[in-house]
């Protein structure tokens, strides 16, 4: 019985050794100019978030033109979150109930992760982080780990993971964008 439980405790040294912890790591929060966009947006969007077993779904209105971000987040019909990013000040209203762990600041970096050209990220990342895009998929990598995701499912449709943190989002969007002249 010794020999064996002494197996077992071996066994398991050997694999903590063989796949170390993951280090977690701060993914940066981008600050890009409204204009780094190359155009005109207005989306209404439905979202799915995912956060180990909760779910929820959200609606958001999203306006971005040369000058100005604008989001607004709804739950149940209330407002949640209220953003505007003119390129230098980030402005928020935040409902009582939104949990303290959604942030603009990270809204608004998922937001640009998504939607902004990957050249005007790239130029925005601080070292050692880099920006993978291999067709519809785009990655946020650290020392060879993919810390942020986000998959292009179609016109419109995105989902983000954000391995950092651990939430998934599923982002549905209707509207139009309006091409610069």
Not at 64 to 86: H, M, P
């Amino acid at each position: 019985m010794r020999r064996l439980i002494a197996l077992l405790l071996s066994a398991a040294l050997a694999a903590c050794t063989a796949t170390p912890p993951r280090v977690a790591a701060s993914v940066p929060e981008l600050r890009l100019a409204p204009s780094a966009l190359g155009h005109e947006l207005s989306l209404q969007q439905q979202l799915h978030f995912s956060f180990g077993q909760q779910q929820r779904d959200l609606d958001a209105l999203l306006e971005v033109d040369a000058q100005e971000v604008r989001l607004a987040v709804q739950a149940l019909g209330q407002s949640g979150v209220r953003l505007s990013w003119d390129g230098e000040h980030l402005q928020q209203q935040r409902a009582p109930w939104l949990p303290a762990s959604v942030r603009g600041e990270r809204v608004l970096a998922d937001l640009q992760f998504t939607l902004w050209p990957a050249e005007a990220i790239r130029a925005a990342l601080p070292a050692p982080w880099t920006l993978q895009e291999d067709g519809s998929v785009r990655r946020l990598m650290r020392d060879g780990a993919v810390w942020l995701q986000v998959e292009r499912q179609g016109e419109g449709r995105y989902l983000l993971d954000n391995r950092a943190d651990g939430y998934r989002l599923q982002i549905e969007s209707v509207g139009q964008e309006v091409q610069a002249p």
